[in-house]
């Protein structure tokens, strides 16, 4: 299938990443946790839908595999997870942020703006117009996913931006059409998130500690 | 099964194993020693073996020296914490948490370092980070909760956007490999780098440099290093210094080399002079302001960990020779200054510098051996640093002369601030013993640590003075591949 401007490969597939862009921008102005894990459970339905069209469009069954994982994991269990984490151990509902909102949601068009600039150029010479746009899609992602992690300060607000970083990854591994060892790899990076979600849950239950905020945990510290 | 995978899984099934066997028995260690010495036996077998690729594999002159110093200080390192696990205080659950976990990180860094298949090595070292965050929050302590968040948050960050490095790495080289596994193999990859699109290899080695660079302690990306060092149990420190850098290191060279063979890509050469520069002169201006025992000799891991990626950077024969035989000679020294550094902690009661004192005075031994290990790390001879930093310093004189400056004052001001701690540690007059209840208890006492600190430094210096001419050429083997 050729993919350019005006054939469904293309369309389909930009409109989904776009949604999941859009998806890392509303989470951005989320001001109550429970609406951050829903955004973050939208947004992991929506690269399910991305992978499987992938899926499709490459006729590479192996990442109906991805998006099923994907599914599962992202857009029914973590986010299941971290709403029993959050009702049975009594976090505060409020997102405490770092920079204001709208600071953050400026920062966020500058970013998106950075990797407009550093993919299209780059990318100009040999890659298809599709892997273009998905990558400087991705590469928002990701990049939106690292200010959300700088943007707040509860532990479990910065896991759900570490989280969303690599649902850009996964979008960006996709679009790659004939990457090797694509299901291997989203897989492994899904382990490693679901063992931070799993690390906020034992930490807290364990030493019941009152806050996960960093800074409080900075106290802490034997040096100087 | 190829050689290579027989020494990954030799600990994995270890691990297996350890996890299993009832902490009653306390036999855990002496299983973990074992696993550990079967581990070097098979490395140093894979060493004779006929070098070449076995699927996502391969075994060459560039990592079977890394893969004999990491299977080594993985038994030295089982050995000191033999001796020292009854003071860590643990109970049976963490026991065996803490065993199945430190086998299973020495499994993927063997993987990490003979992987040929770049989505193969990521997911070796995101094992291997998995297994380090065990085991340096398994305290259970809030700093140690503290430590072990910061490095997940940090590495799984890094790691993450390692991933995406290789990704764009094989988008690169779509168009020239096709699809299918050799499409992320690093000979493949390297075979064809002057045909890739130069634009996204240069933003693939920038994403893959900052990614492994966080887990490799390059500053400004090192914050979790100090942290992990100081509040993980004893042992942790000597293999998180002494092997996760170096495979972390390698993944970022493997990286370069692809890059550099095309001549249209960004040069990875001076990003790497400006990160080592960089870590060196913060880490030797940092080192003055530690009260920590641990966490200085962390942050002088940073300084080498720096001064090697320097050599790298600089390129050529001598210079990549220096930066392996560097990282080699680190690994040796450091693990060893850390095995006395933490038998020193456990007999004070303390790891605060201010409270261990006069070693050499109390214990002659253990006090000697940390004092020519200090002196190592601060690059003195006979050992294998010093012949590193000398080729270092004057192939940068060679080829990029105004270099000599920074480097010089950062190994100056390191050194310098290394000696300081040395009188602290091991002269004047010996602080009062408080031993931590179970220290050395074992048959044999202290010698379980110092046993191990000597044998490395006997290797650190016979890395350079008594090497057999097939391991010298190895190694140069090993800096003719970095091209």
Same mark, same amino acid.
């Given at each position: ?224 | ?87 860590? +205080? ?21 993987? %990490? ?36 968040? +910061? ?64 887990? %490799? ?116 020294? +450091? ?12 007999? +004070? ?135």
């Amino acid at each position: 299938m050729t993919s350019g401007f005006g054939t469904p490969a293309y369309d389909v597939s930009h409109l989904i990443g776009g949604g999941v862009l859009l998806l890392s921008f509303v989470m951005l102005y989320q001001r109550r946790i429970g609406a951050v894990i829903n955004v973050f459970a939208v947004q992991g339905a929506l690269l399910a839908c991305a992978a499987a069209w992938q899926g499709y469009v490459q006729s590479a069954p192996e990442l109906y595999l991805t998006a099923l994982i994907a599914f599962g994991a992202k857009a029914v269990a973590i986010p299941l997870a971290l709403r029993l984490l959050v009702g049975r151990l009594g976090l505060h509902k409020a997102v405490e942020t770092s920079i204001g909102i709208g600071a953050s949601l400026a920062a966020a068009i500058g970013l998106v703006g950075l990797s407009v600039l550093v993919v299209l150029p780059v990318t100009a010479g040999g890659a298809t117009p599709l892997a273009r746009v998905d990558l400087t899609i991705a590469l928002s992602v990701v990049l939106l996913g690292m200010l959300a992690m700088i943007a707040r300060r509860n532990a479990i607000s910065q896991v759900i931006g570490l989280l969303t970083l690599e649902n850009g990854l996964i979008l960006a591994a996709v679009g790659v059409a004939g990457m090797p060892l694509v299901v291997e790899l989203s897989t492994a990076a899904l382990v490693l998130m679901v063992a931070l979600v799993a690390a906020v849950v034992v930490f807290q239950i364990r030493d019941r500690l009152d806050t996960l905020d960093t800074h409080v945990l900075d106290r802490a510290r034997g040096d100087s | 099964m190829p050689l290579p995978w027989v020494l990954v899984f030799f600990p994995w099934l270890g691990a297996v194993a350890l996890a299993l066997i009832p902490p009653r028995f306390g036999v855990g260690r002496f299983v973990n020693i074992g696993i550990a010495a079967g581990s070097l036996v098979i490395a140093l077998l894979l060493l004779g073996h006929p070098h070449g690729e076995q699927g996502w594999t391969r075994t060459d002159a560039l990592n079977l020296p890394f893969v004999a110093v990491s299977a080594l200080v993985g038994l030295t390192t089982a050995i000191f914490s033999a001796a020292t696990l009854d003071a860590e +205080k643990f109970d049976s659950l963490r026991i065996r948490a803490y065993h199945t976990a430190f086998q299973v990180f020495m499994g993927a860094q063997f993987l %990490a370092l003979v992987s040929d298949n770049l989505g193969v090595m990521w997911v070796a070292i995101e094992i291997a980070t998995l297994a380090s965050v065990l085991m340096v929050g398994v305290h259970g302590t809030p700093a140690a909760i503290e430590a072990a968040w +910061k490095f997940f948050v940090l590495c799984g960050v890094g790691i993450a956007l390692a991933l995406f490095g290789t990704i764009l790495l094989y988008l690169a080289a779509q168009p020239v490999v096709g699809s299918g596994d050799p499409g992320l193999s690093w000979a493949a990859l390297q075979a064809v780098a002057a045909n890739c699109d130069p634009g996204l290899l240069s933003l693939a080695f920038v994403f893959l440099l900052v990614g492994y660079g966080t887990k %490799a302690g390059l500053v400004p990306l090192h914050s979790w290093l100090p942290d992990a060092e100081a509040e993980g149990p004893l042992p942790i420190c000597a293999v998180l210094s002494g092997l996760l850098l170096n495979a972390a290191l390698l993944a970022i060279l493997r990286a370069e080399s692809i890059v550099g063979a095309n001549p249209a890509a960004l040069p990875p050469g001076p990003f790497l002079i400006g990160f080592g520069l960089l870590s060196l002169l913060l880490a030797a201006f940092s080192l003055w302001r530690r009260r920590d025992a641990r966490r200085l000799f962390a942050w002088s891991s940073i300084e080498h960990v720096g001064l090697a990626t320097l050599a790298f950077g600089i390129g050529g024969a001598v210079a990549n020779l220096a930066g392996i035989i560097h990282l080699l000679g680190h690994s040796l020294v +450091k693990s060893g200054v850390f095995f006395a550094v933490g038998a020193a902690a456990q007999l +004070k009661g303390s790891q605060k510098l201010q409270d261990i004192g006069g070693l050499v005075a109390s214990h002659p031994a253990l006090g000697w051996g940390l004092a020519l290990g200090i002196a190592a790390l601060a690059g003195m001879p006979p050992f294998a640093l010093f012949l590193s930093e000398l080729r270092l310093v004057a192939e940068a004189a060679a080829q990029i002369p105004w270099l000599v400056v920074p480097i010089g004052l950062g190994l100056l001001t390191a050194a310098a601030a290394l000696i300081r701690a040395l009188q602290q540690l091991c002269l004047g007059e010996p602080t009062r013993d408080n031993p931590v209840p179970g220290a050395f208890h074992l048959p044999g006492g202290l010698a379980w640590a110092t046993v191990p600190v000597w044998l490395h430094l006997a290797l650190a210096a016979a890395l350079i003075l008594l090497a057999p001419p097939a391991f010298t050429a190895l190694l140069r083997g090993g800096a003719e591949i970095l091209g």
